[in-house]
């Protein structure tokens, strides 16, 4: 079945550090790729998506892009900030169907002063 | 409401009994989405409804589990004699229809003792 593998955290960087979170995916035919927050206390959130090959997406200064030969949809930022701290889930909707989301395990991200 | 709504936030039930799980979905959202966290794990997909069809119902892991949703509005997860590993946070979201952006719910965190 469908399938989400993201890199394991914790992950702990200072802040203006280069992010990466690594994520690739396991489907059939072409999902739709998304990366969710969830922050200290608060509800999951979209953050980004992309729903094609090479498609990028982007919001907050994250960015990710779909990478249909490397099966892979890796979340990077430039400089990460403390209010970046939250846990972060990369998932999938398969093409067609109930477009239910197949998450990753999350990787908790921790930006230090 | 602004966003979807959860309650109980928090249900502490003893082994063997019963639970309702309650989820209000943004008004005029036709499809809505129940996702099971458990600790350290990824979001799982329980059960999905779009309008008056069929519901998606593959994620459900044993049929002490059972949703039911009215029309476009309010929908209720049950969980018959209830099991430690039910132990989990459990996330309901909803679309305006099927493939759009998922908004989520601050979940009910259900401990099973």
């Known amino acids: 079945g469908d399938s989400v593998t993201q890199m394991e955290g914790p992950v702990t960087l200072s802040e203006e550090a280069f992010l990466t979170i690594n994520c690739t995916y396991t489907?059939?035919?072409?999902?739709?790729l998304f990366w969710y927050v969830q922050y200290p206390g608060e509800g999951l959130q979209l953050l980004l998506k992309?729903?094609?090959?090479?498609d990028k997406g982007s919001n907050k200064g994250f960015e990710a892009t779909y990478r249909k030969e490397t099966t892979s949809f890796h979340l990077e930022k430039g400089s990460v900030q403390v209010s970046d701290s939250a846990v972060y889930f990369c998932?999938?909707?398969?093409?067609?169907?109930?477009?239910?989301?197949?998450f990753g395990k999350g990787t908790k991200l921790t930006v230090n002063p | 409401g602004a966003g979807v709504s959860q309650s109980p936030s928090n249900k502490v039930t003893e082994k063997g009994k019963d639970v309702e799980l309650r989820c209000d979905p943004i008004?005029?959202?036709?499809?809505l989405y129940w996702y099971r966290q458990r600790l350290g794990q990824g979001l799982e997909f329980l059960i999905y409804f779009q309008g008056n069809s069929a519901p998606d119902k593959s994620g459900l892991p044993s049929d002490r589990f059972s949703a039911e949703r009215t029309g476009e509005s309010v929908s209720t997860l049950t969980i018959q004699r209830t099991q430690q590993e039910d132990s989990a946070v459990y996330l309901c979201?909803?679309?305006?229809?099927?493939?759009?952006?998922?908004?989520f719910g601050p979940g009910t965190r259900l401990t099973v003792l």
């Open positions: 008004s005029g959202h036709t499809a």
């Open positions: 979201a909803s679309s305006s229809r099927s493939g759009q952006k998922q908004f």
């Open positions: 998932a999938l909707s398969a093409q067609g169907g109930s477009e239910k989301l197949v």
């Open positions: 992309a729903t094609k090959a090479d």
């Open positions: 489907a059939t035919g072409y999902p739709s």
